[in-house]
DNA sequence: TTGACAGTTGAATAGTTGCTCAACTATGAT
DNA sequence: ATCATAGTTGAGCAACTATTCAACTGTCAA
């Protein structure tokens, strides 16, 4: 009885991946990876910010800033706002918390 | 009202994150950054294998893939048995899936 | 003991990546 | 128009990393 029951949830949860996914999926986390994108990422998601916020933050420069940025944009990590000379960036996503905070249990935990 | 509760739930949400957090984050992360990792993982949440099993499964050398379960290994990600000549190698953590699974729904969004 | 099989390890190489630098666009103020 | 500020972009370099190769350890069988 209880065997059925932990077959089915089994083969619910175990769906097939294909090689493409595999892809995907290893280059979106190349993108948490960094210790700068995990910064500006920790950075926005307590509150909107332009770069040059982020620099003073970060302390580090507009360029390296921008290209980081550029990279979470690209992944649909964070979005932007344009409001005069500035551009207000923030996260574009609920599972960027789901999966920074699981990692951080995992690393919490003694094995 | 709801004011102040949605302030008090940003507070605990929100929790401080030093320096040497943020390297060990994004250090967990790069483990994950890489297709032939994420193939091993994939592998071994459906089944326990030895080394040569997953040579199989994966197509690749035996070296390659012993380097990558070292790193997998190191960052506590499996665990492994020795039998014989032969090493069986598990998931040594419930929150590999959940967090391959929350990255599979992030990438299966249309944004 | 000898040989075959299972797996690990270190060095070398080829490819990737994050930051810097300099040049660029765009907006706003004088 | 000119200048300052805000941000982006491409090239180049230094540091890192995944795979290969060859040599190695350890276990089992004859």
Do not use: P
């Amino acid at each position: 009885m209880a065997e059925t029951l932990n077959k089915k949830i089994s083969s619910i949860k175990k769906e097939m991946i294909n090689e493409r996914e595999i892809y995907d999926i290893s280059d979106f986390f190349k993108v948490f990876g960094d210790s700068t994108r995990i910064k500006i990422l920790w950075a926005l998601d307590t509150r909107s910010m332009t770069v040059s916020e982020l620099c003073v933050a970060l302390e580090m420069t507009k360029s390296a800033i921008s290209h980081q940025l550029k990279t979470l944009k690209d992944n649909k990590l964070v979005k932007y706002k344009k409001i005069g000379k500035n551009v207000i960036y923030s996260l574009d996503d609920e599972h960027v918390s789901i999966i920074i905070e699981t990692a951080r249990k995992h690393l919490k935990e003694d094995h």
